[in-house]
């Protein structure tokens, strides 16, 4: 009897398979060819049947070259650090799908000569925060920080508040940010207290500026003082104020949020903010304020390490000018209409074990730490939370007391008909 192993197709001839060879063409042929490889030791193994190798391969070709998966977020918080924050707008999308390519990033088509880097997202930024004289854009707000403490204290002092020394996350500390680039921390006041007479008495020759930020991820409640912008805006110095969550102007729903166009009205001479977490937009710094200051960080050395690329130029500008940023859309969105939408998936689902099930969602680590947002979800077997993760797309939720809850807060509505898919595919 033949050996079964010698039916098994030659690389070549898997690979030159039409729909195998389109896949190669969108894929890549290395990438193409390891999946073969994998697939052929299966069928030696005898996992595979031979005649079954080129559907396995088609089977186990992943959708794009890029290892990063869509995901829906259904865990109820909005700006999800691990689901890489804000989802982009529509228009966000298709302005890095047009930027990708060679683009006007740095180029003036009616002249022909070189252009200001980023011209138009600057431009939309400042139409914005029109309280802004200057603006500029790093790669995130740790660099804007970054970029003021070396431009603004080298191997000064950077006045800020015990209250205010805060850890952004994995490990990454804003003191330690700070230090890095030379300057010296002088830390003023009490952890929960810190008056302006505190700030003033810090004040002297080596002070580069006063750091004022604000705790985005945390809350300290109960006895507690701070020195307003304005207080601190009359004790000569340059401000920066870190307002985090990079919301440009007041919030209705989120009135203890700090604002940039607040801030400089307030008086600070800089505000930093980061681009993907209220703002909705592209991972980002924003660096607004007094002209001359902005200035003198954008022609800083460091600037250009900093400096954020073409496709984060095109999704700031689109999130700016562009309708509303799904972030926004999550947090405005009514409780019944999310309940409306729950009862249409659940129907739709007929006989799966679902029901649907008040909710709370939050913000997340973009800000407004403590804020509830009333909302709504679909309570599903736990069982459902492995298998949704892995599916595709996948889909993030969160297990509470044996249910695997669906919170669609923060689901886009146009993402509904994938979700119910998905709950399908896993009954
Ligand atoms: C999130 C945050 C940062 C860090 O911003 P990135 O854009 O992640 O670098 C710094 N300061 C505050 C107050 C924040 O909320």
Redesign the pocket.
């Known amino acids: 009897m033949p050996d079964p192993r010698r039916a098994i197709p030659r690389t070549d001839a898997v690979l030159g398979e039409p729909r195998i060879a389109k896949a190669a063409g969108s894929l890549g042929r290395d990438l193409v060819k390891a999946v073969v490889t994998d697939v052929q030791r299966a069928a030696r193994a005898g996992e595979v049947a031979p005649a079954d190798v080129v559907d396995t391969v088609l089977a186990r070709l992943p959708a794009s070259a890029s290892s990063l998966r869509p995901v829906i977020n259904a865990t109820g918080v909005v700006v999800h650090t691990n689901l890489g924050r804000a989802p982009l707008s529509a228009a966000a999308l298709d302005a890095l799908v047009a930027a990708g390519g060679a683009t006007d990033v740095e180029f003036d088509l009616a002249t022909g000569s070189r252009a200001r880097r980023g011209r138009g997202a600057l431009a939309a930024l400042a139409a914005a925060v029109p309280d802004a004289g200057g603006v500029h854009v790093v790669?995130?707000?740790?660099?804007?920080?970054l970029l003021c403490a070396l431009a603004l204290a080298p191997g000064r002092e950077i006045v800020v508040s015990r209250g205010e020394l805060?850890e952004?996350?994995d490990g990454f500390r804003?003191p330690d940010l700070l230090e890095s680039a030379g300057s010296r921390l002088r830390e003023v006041g009490t952890t929960n207290r810190t008056s302006v007479r505190d700030y003033a008495a810090a004040l002297g020759p080596d002070t580069g500026f006063v750091l004022k930020?604000?705790?985005?991820?945390y809350r300290v409640t109960g006895f507690t003082s701070e020195a307003t912008l304005g207080e601190l805006a009359g004790l000569g110095v340059p401000l920066v104020a870190?307002?985090?969550?990079g919301l440009l102007a007041p919030h209705p729903l989120l009135p203890a949020e700090p604002d940039a166009a607040s801030a400089l009205r307030a008086g600070a001479t800089l505000v930093?903010?980061?681009?993907?977490?209220l703002l909705g937009g592209p991972?980002?710094?924003l660096l607004l304020g007094d002209a001359d200051v902005v200035e003198r960080l954008r022609r800083h050395p460091a600037a250009r390490a900093l400096r954020v690329d073409k496709l984060t130029l095109a999704a700031l500008e689109a999130t700016l000018r562009g309708p509303e940023p799904p972030v926004q859309e999550a947090l405005g969105a009514a409780v019944e209409h999310l309940r409306d939408r729950a009862e249409t998936l659940v129907k739709a689902l007929g006989t799966v074990d679902v029901r649907v099930v008040g909710s709370v969602s939050a913000v997340g680590?973009?800000?407004a730490p403590g804020v509830e947002l009333p909302s709504v979800a679909l309570s599903l077997p736990a069982r459902y939370a492995a298998a949704l993760r892995t599916g595709h797309p996948a889909v993030a939720g969160r297990v509470v007391k044996d249910r695997c809850l669906l919170d669609l807060r923060t689901v886009r509505p146009e993402e509904d008909a994938k979700l119910l898919e998905a709950v399908r595919r896993c009954g």
């Open positions: 790669n995130n707000n740790a660099a804007a920080l805060v952004i996350g804003l930020v604000h705790p985005s991820n870190d307002i985090g969550s930093t903010a980061s681009g993907d977490k991972q980002a710094g680590g973009g800000g």
